[in-house]
């Protein structure tokens, strides 16, 4: 028998990554970062049934508001290109990724991963043409291409990474 680690029983993961992205886009402090986690509880506890959400994760309609309304200006731009394209091929995925985080400008995306091994949150801090790179509160440093899909999962490729549950944060 093994400990859980944090991350095994909570669904903090979307919050995580909603402070990480902030810290990546503004070089905000530890006292401001958690001062902004402080205020997405507080949020969550007013607004979203907060015992249900550490339990079961946040879905992505409370990941809007979290963002439009605790968030704020910290992140200035806030746009899903792929909210509603499901059908969208890891290609064009992957190169619209890429094409966002080459501006040079300090961005982020928060993204959901699903699969057999993640159901789970995750900001995406670089990205090349064979490995896509995390800033991540569980572990999860890096997912090599050929092992990712948009669509479904298979042996061959596990990884379902998420376009209509996929923020470019700026």
Not at 101 to 106: A, I, K, N
Not at 132 to 157: E, G
Request: glycine share 8%.
């Amino acid at each position: 028998m093994k400990p859980y680690i944090q991350g095994a029983l909570d669904g903090l993961c979307a919050i995580y990554s909603i402070v990480n992205a902030t810290r990546i886009i503004n070089r905000i402090a530890d006292e401001e970062a958690r001062d902004l986690f402080q205020q997405i509880l507080i949020y969550l506890e007013e607004n979203h049934h907060l015992g249900r959400i550490l339990t079961e994760g946040i879905g992505l309609p409370t990941i809007g508001g979290v963002l439009r309304d605790v968030v704020g200006d910290r992140i200035e731009h806030r746009n899903m290109p792929f909210k509603h394209h499901p059908d969208t091929s890891l290609d064009e995925f992957w190169s619209s990724m890429m094409q966002f985080l080459d501006d040079g400008q300090p961005r982020a995306i928060l993204i959901g991963i699903g699969g057999p091994f993640w159901d789970h949150w995750s900001i995406v801090h670089s990205i090349t043409d064979k490995q896509i790179r995390f800033f991540d509160s569980h572990k999860l440093k890096q997912l090599n291409r050929n092992r990712c899909t948009t669509t479904r999962s298979t042996s061959s490729r596990p990884h379902v990474l998420c376009p209509t549950h996929t923020y470019f944060l700026s």
